[in-house]
């Protein structure tokens, strides 16, 4: 979550995500028009296209240097693609293609998946164990979870009654989040096992469309945003952990009372936690429009990122320790002459007094960018990144202005 990636009508753009006020502009191409799929691999160089003029063609490019590495074409329309440093998949939708991302050799086909229109899937971005998650169902919310290691099925995980809209890993690639179409609901499971861990209740009032579902990079938090206007964020912790000094309070009560009460329960049962209500949220001034969201830590503090599909980047303070209403702190504009062109109206609100400098007073609780797996200590901020040895999958692999990477020739 340290870069931004955009496809345009006239080709794509990449930002660094490294400050709150400035919005730098690392890349920018219009070379192919109609991009409506753009994946950086991390803060590297190595980016991937797919555009609108054709659509069944993915092109992998070394931007930095202005190079194409390969290309690659398919039986249908890419819907999806996803990468670490280990895999990169293409997700059509009856088929799922996993590449070895060190010389894009085909590694295997999924054929015959169940149809998948919307080109639901994800990889976790932790190269050590690239666990894949698709629809394993058309019809009920099941998961099918793949070993991109080793190009096994894991498991299949019966996560919903209704068929699935979003799927997210953590960091690490340990748990994986789903909700169904109606929305209701979001869980959260254990990989490689399938064993259901979290519980969160989005609401009751509506069905809705979740389009974005992510965890923070440390998992304390996991936020889910949809077509309507309000961001949820959840806070992934055991009621049973209750400090002791905290006042007694109706949550607390009720903690001690669960607490009390798992003594009687299956082990299945109490080791599932549910929470009706969100740690935190946001309400935008847009609704209807697609959103895409994140976790990230800028300048040392926790913030929420949402990206609409006008073009605007919204950023959010927000409180690791109380939760609440987040602040709007910065509304970017990522349209126009590759300088930003801010909203003057809704630019900046004024922080509450209280809640800002509550959150600025305390330390993190979110790792920095130089402790979170798979990234590097400046984030690549604006230029290819050259990634330290140790963040590699094995092999010989490298990217700097040297050897191009994947070291290939197609």
Known sequence: CSSLAIGTTTGYRLFS?????????????????????????????????????KPQQMNVYHFKKGTEICNYSYSSNILSIRLNRQRLVVCLEESIYIHNIKDMKLLKTILDTPPNTTGLCALSINHANSYLAYPGS????????YDGNTLKTACTIPAHDGPLAALAFNSTGSKLASASEKGTVIRVFSIPGGQ?????????????????????????????????????????????????????????????????????????????????????????????????CALSTIQKLPRLLVTTSDGHLYIYNLDPQDGGECVLIKNHSLLGSGKMEENKENDLQPPVPQSYAATVARPSTVPSTSTMP?????????RGEVIPEHEFATGPVCLDDENEFPPVSI
């Open 374 to 382: 798979g990234y590097s200590e400046d984030g690549g901020a604006l």
């Open 17 to 53: 995500l490294s400050s709150v006020e400035k919005l730098d502009q690392v890349h920018e191409s219009n070379e192919i028009p109609d991009v409506y799929i753009v994946e950086r691999l991390f803060s590297s160089s190595l980016v991937v296209v797919v555009s609108h003029a």
């Open 196 to 292: 259901k861990l979290y519980e969160f209740r989005r609401g009751m009032k509506r069905y809705v469309n979740i389009s974005s579902l992510v965890f923070s990079m440390d998992s304390q938090f996991l936020c889910a945003s949809s077509n309507t206007e309000t961001v949820h964020i959840f806070k992934l912790e055991h009621l049973t952990d209750s400090r002791p000094e905290e006042p007694p309070t109706w949550s607390g009560y009720m903690g001690k009372m669960f607490q009390a009460a798992t003594n009687y329960l299956p082990a299945q049962v109490s080791g599932m936690m549910s929470q009706d209500r969100a740690f935190a949220t946001v309400r935008l001034n847009i609704s209807g429009q697609r959103n895409i």
């Open 138 to 145: 058309a019809t009920s919310g099941e998961i099918a979870l």
